[in-house]
């Protein structure tokens, strides 16, 4: 576990309002509470030792040198992604397109949205939370695979306001 994801899970944990969360795995044990203090927020990490395991010899291969050329077609993708509004995920979950399996998605490509439209489903430990878009426009990508986890403020869905 890195120090992206702890911070992640320290603001998930923030906005659920629960009191107190404690993780543990086999390498970290982390405890979470919040509003027991007067800052807010206070965060125990401690690192539990891991075995030793013997170490391979590092090989260096050398890299390829790659042309200049491909970094223009990067550029001009995002001049062209910044006319669209962008929705992100506001909890850490599993994202999933569908109501059930059964069902059809909730929305498409090229499908003309308006705001409280509900977009996606996201399962956070046991709950269905539905993602109600924030805006109105149509829908231009669907930046997440379906039954895929995503981490909070992680681009869901790009959406042409126009």
């Keep these: 576990m890195d120090i992206k994801e702890i911070q992640s899970l320290i603001k ?27 800052s807010g927020e206070t965060t125990f990490v401690q690192s539990v030792p891991m075995a030793q395991a013997p170490m391979a010899p590092v090989v260096q291969q050398p890299v390829p040198e790659s042309p200049v050329a491909p970094a223009a077609p990067t550029a001009e993708k995002a001049a062209d992604d910044s006319k669209y509004i962008t929705i992100k995920s506001p909890i850490i979950g599993t994202f999933y397109r569908k109501p059930s399996p059964d069902k059809p998605v909730f929305v498409e490509v090229g499908d003309t949205i308006s705001s409280g439209d509900v977009l996606c489903v996201i399962e956070a430990m046991k709950l269905f939370n539905d993602i109600e878009s924030e805006v109105s426009g149509t829908i231009v990508k669907v930046l997440v695979d379906d039954s895929s986890p995503v981490e909070f403020d992680q681009p869901l869905f790009l959406v042409d306001p126009s």
Aim: aromatic residues 4%.
């Design 12 to 38: 998930f944990v923030a906005k659920s309002g629960a009191s107190e969360v404690k993780l543990e795995t086999d390498d970290i044990k982390i405890t979470i509470r919040t509003g027991s203090t007067s």
